[in-house]
């Protein structure tokens, strides 16, 4: 069973940064999509970014792209996650899931709280 552990979000001010980690237990990382969704208080889950096993064509929702960059260390089997010029819209938990056949996310971490002031 994989498990994923989301790390390194917390307060900050508009415009600052972000590193955001996932860090998934199991020998299974290398072989799957992996992508980061968010929650704000209030709004359904919104798909960030993701990135294909190989670390090659990401993809980003268009409020993002730009500002936040997705990589993977698949000897680490850690994803990340960098939040640059972030504004309080940004606000929300954010998530790492794991891509299978489909489309679909079959296995999510629990989030990690962003919150950026203005």
């Known amino acids: 069973q994989v498990q994923l552990v989301e790390s390194g979000g917390g307060l900050v001010q508009a415009g600052g940064s972000l590193r955001l980690s996932c860090v998934a237990s199991?020998?299974?990382?290398?072989?799957?999509?992996m992508a980061w969704f968010r929650q704000a208080p209030g709004k359904d889950r919104e798909f960030v970014a993701r990135?294909?096993?190989?670390?090659?064509?990401?993809s980003y929702a268009d409020s993002v792209k730009g500002r936040f960059t997705v990589s993977r260390d698949n000897a680490k089997n850690t994803m990340y996650l960098q939040m640059n010029s972030l504004k309080p819209e940004d606000t929300a938990v954010y998530y790492c899931?794991?891509?299978?056949?489909?489309?679909?996310?079959?296995?999510w971490g629990q989030g990690t709280q962003v919150t950026v002031s203005s």
């Open positions: 990135i294909p096993w190989n670390g090659g064509s990401t």
């Open positions: 899931a794991r891509g299978i056949i489909g489309g679909v996310y079959d296995t």
């Open positions: 199991g020998r299974t990382f290398t072989n799957y999509q």
